[in-house]
């Protein structure tokens, strides 16, 4: 019980972790990954005890996750038409 | 066409917005059919985060595979530009397989049973995916006049000014019709192994003939074949054999967690 709580509290804190990411550029591939996590460890905390908190850890990764996919493909796209409007160096 | 939509200060990336918005649809079509079907829908989606990450993994690995003899002579923006895409539809299912094994056997539950419902809504999550793909311009057609080729203009990686064919919207369409086969398939009964069976071998097929229409350059082609038409192939054979073993059999058996017991250290 005490351990599906400390899963559930750890699932929570990453998610809101992975959800401050999406707001430092490239910082939204270690979102992605600290969401996976937190999503992880959430399912695991439900599957050993249903818990408001490990609810709210799995819901706030997948939001996380979903954000930061979106946010990190913009950037790095970005990034790529930048280097596109580069004048070519021959 | 349009890979990136911009929404005031906000610049989204339509790649991973279509993406989002196929996982979020068939999460959404995934809860009647699980209850058709009689399966725990909250197990069913838990099956599918654990064969998602499995699947992002294994996509990305078969991409490593397919374009290993060019890694060398990657620049350091190629390297930058592999994080976000270079994903391969085959490596994704394979390790999406592997997930969903492990999600089973670590809660003891009958994987192919669980399964079922997730084989049925994918195709529904993948065609937007696909249409994600036209969007950001990638996974492009051949060369093909107008009326069925579309010229792009602002594409950062399909050829701009050139008609191309959308194989992109062809596989979205096949995909749905796909979805709309497995939904009637399923509508009287419950049978994992030939719905399975029958999502591979229809998908392994369309597949076989789309690739003949891509034209996008980094796929790994040997004998004249893309790495998705060798899998296509090896998969065809094994689908057939899922529809017409029926429900039983060693996979069913194999695959069913639900009375195993993890072996204890003596």
């Not at chain 2, 990136?4 to 079509?29: E, N």
């Not at chain 2, 062809?170 to 497995?182: G, M, T, Y």
């Amino acid at each position: 019980m005490n351990n599906s709580k400390n899963l559930a509290t750890a699932s929570l804190v990453l998610g809101i972790i992975s959800v401050v990411c999406v707001f430092f550029g490239y910082g939204a591939l270690l979102g992605i990954v600290l969401g996976i996590i937190g999503l992880i460890l959430g399912i695991n905390a439900k599957k050993a005890a249903p818990s408001g908190m490990a609810t709210a850890g799995i819901v706030l990764s997948i939001i996380a996750i979903a954000v930061c996919a979106i946010g990190f493909i913009a950037c790095v796209a970005c990034v790529g038409m930048l280097a596109a409007s580069l004048p070519a160096v021959s | 066409m349009y890979p990136l939509i911009h929404l005031g200060p906000i610049t989204l990336g339509t790649y991973g917005l279509m993406i989002c918005l196929g996982v979020a649809l068939a999460a959404l079509a995934l809860i009647p059919v699980c209850r058709r079907l009689g399966q725990s829908t909250q197990d069913a989606l838990f099956m599918a985060v654990y064969a998602l990450v499995a699947a992002a993994v294994g996509s990305k690995l078969l991409y490593l595979f397919t374009v290993l003899p060019q890694l060398p002579d990657y620049t350091g923006e190629q390297w930058a530009g592999l994080l976000s895409g270079g994903w391969v539809f085959y490596g994704g299912l394979l390790g999406a397989v592997g997930g969903a094994v492990l999600y089973c056997r670590q809660f003891h539950l009958d994987t192919l049973a669980l399964v079922e419902p997730v084989v049925v809504v994918l195709p529904l999550g993948h065609a937007i995916g696909r249409v994600g793909c036209f969007m950001a311009g990638c996974c492009y057609g051949c060369p093909c006049p107008p009326p069925w080729g579309i010229t792009l203009r602002n594409s950062f990686i399909a050829p701009n000014d050139i008609p191309l064919f959308p194989v992109q919207l062809a596989e979205a369409a096949a995909l749905l019709l796909l979805f709309a086969a497995l939904v009637l398939f399923t509508r009287r009964h419950s049978h994992p192994q030939r719905t399975l069976g029958l999502y591979v071998t229809i998908y392994a097929m369309a597949r076989f003939f789309l690739e003949m229409l891509r034209y996008d350059a980094d796929r790994g082609v040997w004998l004249g074949l893309s790495t998705s038409q060798w899998i296509s192939l090896a998969l065809i054979p094994l689908g057939i054999a899922l529809l017409c073993r029926g429900e039983s059999g060693f996979l069913r058996k194999k695959l069913n967690f639900a009375d195993w017991a993890p072996k204890k250290n003596q």
